[in-house]
């Protein structure tokens, strides 16, 4: 069995488009106000990229910037791993695209599927790929156009979701400790009605039929999502923390998936990490599904939140449903 780490993260990068939706701009279009939004999720705005920014080309912004920042060129890359619940089309892969974009010509790419965790997911994909030699730079990309698949006249779900990407460059640990100590990923495809995208799929292609009944937007039952959100979150961190052999107390910082303020609140409290040690960024970009933690990380280093050495708790959930999380020794 190979021991961990076996990946470290080499270099950041993200990409936010430049619009802002404020909720001020919500209260001109649906049935709610500013004060209803921040105080049942926390959310005071959101990025949303305009019709000619494709997912990829967010993805490229992002790569470009993890890629310098890690000192590889699009030579060196061996595998893009790219989670989306936005693919730019059903087919081909989204992580083709970008692979075009960044002339990234020797690696192999494909999408990942996995909502909200979809960057976590990718990283674990990412450590096999290493683990087992098949590659040794892997870009693992989480990049969404939540906006293309939200419904506007839903004010449950159209004030909660942004757009945005961050990509991060894996590369093999060093044998300094530093890298992902530990790695927890779990489904369960009995709450896929919870939250799904009813139409548009192969289920029910699109058809007038499925735009006039506006199923191929997200459908969500919220407060369940919240309940199984809160507890997925709960067992994730309590897998990670007990498969990498720490405590809450060891760690410097917990990067959750930015969801909703009170499901951040719920989950730092059942992991015993006090809201300072919480990163949180959901107020400025709601929630960015797959980019959300390449996004929260990238701002915390830049924050000088994260250090080298720092400890991190990853976690997230969504859509399937999916979970997961990991420790990262920074
Ligand atoms: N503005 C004003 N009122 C709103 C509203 C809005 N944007 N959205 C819903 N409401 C209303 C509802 O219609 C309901 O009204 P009613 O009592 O007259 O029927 C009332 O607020 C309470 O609705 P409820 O759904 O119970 O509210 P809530 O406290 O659960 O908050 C969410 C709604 C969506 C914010 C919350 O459930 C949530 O965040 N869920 C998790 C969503 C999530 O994270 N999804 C992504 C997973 S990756």
């Known amino acids: 069995m190979t021991t961990r780490p076996i990946a470290r993260f080499a270099g950041l990068g993200v990409a936010v488009p430049e619009k802002i939706l404020t909720n001020t701009d919500f209260e001109k279009i649906l049935d709610t106000s500013h004060e209803w939004i921040v105080e049942r999720t926390g959310i005071r705005e959101r990025h949303i990229a305009d019709e000619d920014t494709s997912v990829a080309m967010l993805a490229e912004q992002a790569s470009k910037g993890a890629m310098a920042r890690a000192g590889i060129g699009p030579e060196d890359v061996d595998a893009i791993i790219l989670g989306t619940a936005t693919p730019d089309r059903l087919l081909p892969a989204t992580a083709c695209d970008l692979q075009a974009l960044l002339g990234a010509d020797k690696a192999v790419a494909f ?3 996995a909502a909200c965790p979809g960057f976590l997911y990718s990283l674990g994909v990412a450590e096999g790929f290493i683990a087992s030699g098949l590659a040794q730079n892997c870009l693992v990309v989480g990049a969404e156009k939540l906006s293309t698949i939200t419904d506007y006249t839903d004010r449950s779900t159209a004030i909660l979701f942004g757009d945005a990407a961050g990509a991060a460059v894996v590369q093999p640990a060093e044998g300094d400790g530093r890298g992902v100590l530990s790695m927890f990923l779990r489904s369960d495809g009995k709450l896929a009605p919870l939250l799904y995208r009813p139409g548009g799929g192969a ?5 007038t039929k499925v735009v006039e009944e506006r199923s191929q937007y997200m459908k969500m039952a919220g407060r369940e999502v919240f309940k199984a ?3 997925t979150m709960a067992q994730a961190c ?26 951040l609140e719920a989950t730092a409290k059942h992991a015993g990490v006090p809201m300072d040690k919480v990163m949180v960024n959901v107020d400025r970009y709601g929630n960015t599904s797959s980019a959300s933690i390449p996004l929260a990380l990238d701002q915390a280093v830049a924050e000088g939140r994260i250090k080298q050495g720092s400890l991190l708790l990853l976690v997230a ?4 449903f999916t979970w997961g999380s990991a420790v990262v020794r920074w």
Do not use: K, M, Y
Request: net charge negative; charged share 25%; proline share 5%.
């Open 317 to 320: 959930f969504g859509a399937g």
């Open 229 to 231: 959100a809160v507890r």
């Open 238 to 263: 309590d897998e990670a923390l007990t498969r990498a052999g720490v405590s809450a107390d060891d760690i410097d910082l917990l990067v959750p998936h930015q969801a909703n303020i009170r499901i």
């Open 111 to 113: 999408d990942v599927s």
């Open 203 to 207: 289920c029910d292609p699109i058809s």
